[in-house]
């Protein structure tokens, strides 16, 4: 079974940044694909952003300019570096991955942004 955990969100004024992280269990070598969701209150969970084992990244248009997804593969880790954070950001944060054997989901991290 892989495991994921995501870590850095927090509380953060509009116009700033923050860097989710996503810690995999296993190799993101393998993992066919991943990705970065959200879910605010009363919403849907969206695609934010994903990226191909062959290095393919889409970015849904709402955060096109202002987000940006990284891997460090020695680490097992997927980054979501977010800027220019605006209130509408405000919302769980998933992270995902593609395996052969099925898909997969971390618990979540919280972004909140407010005056």
């Known amino acids: 079974q892989v495991q994921l955990v995501e870590s850095g969100g927090d509380l953060v004024q509009p116009g700033g940044s923050l860097r989710l992280s996503c810690v995999a269990s296993g190799s993101i070598l393998s993992f066919n694909a991943m990705g970065w969701y959200r879910q605010a209150p009363g919403k849907e969970r969206e695609l934010v952003g994903s990226?191909?084992?062959?290095?393919?990244?889409h970015y849904a248009d709402s955060v096109k300019g202002r987000f940006t997804i990284s891997r460090d593969n020695a680490k097992n880790t997927m980054y979501l570096q977010m800027n220019s954070l605006k209130p509408e950001d405000t919302a769980v944060y998933y992270c995902?991955?593609?395996?052969?054997?099925?898909?997969?989901w971390g618990q979540g991290t919280q972004v909140t942004v407010s005056s």
């Open positions: 995902n991955a593609v395996l052969i054997s099925g898909l997969y």
């Open positions: 990226v191909t084992k062959g290095g393919y990244i």
